[in-house]
């Protein structure tokens, strides 16, 4: 007589890749993540042209977080 097949259940990880990071606090700027604090000049938006919460001084092409969030969507669907 042969075994019953089994079906493979969730994968569960123990050890340090298992664990999550902990967030920044609320006023540390992540690079990349969130945007430096400070006064200065804002960037524009790269699509609309609206002010971001990004200083002027970041490297990259800065969106709004409408055109973020806008932008996310396209990718998301795109199949």
Do not use: F, K, N
């Not at 123990?14 to 999550?20: E, I, L, R």
Request: proline share 11%; with cysteine; aromatic share 2%.
């Amino acid at each position: 007589m042969t075994e019953p097949a089994t079906t493979p259940g969730p994968a569960t990880t123990t050890g340090p890749d298992a664990v999550c990071e902990l967030a920044p606090a609320a006023g540390e700027a992540v690079q990349g993540l969130t945007p430096a604090a400070g006064d200065g000049p804002r960037a524009d938006c790269v699509l609309c042209g609206e002010p971001t919460e990004y200083p002027a001084d970041r490297a990259g092409s800065t969106l709004c977080a409408v055109c973020t969030w806008q932008q996310a969507q396209r990718i998301a669907c795109a199949g």
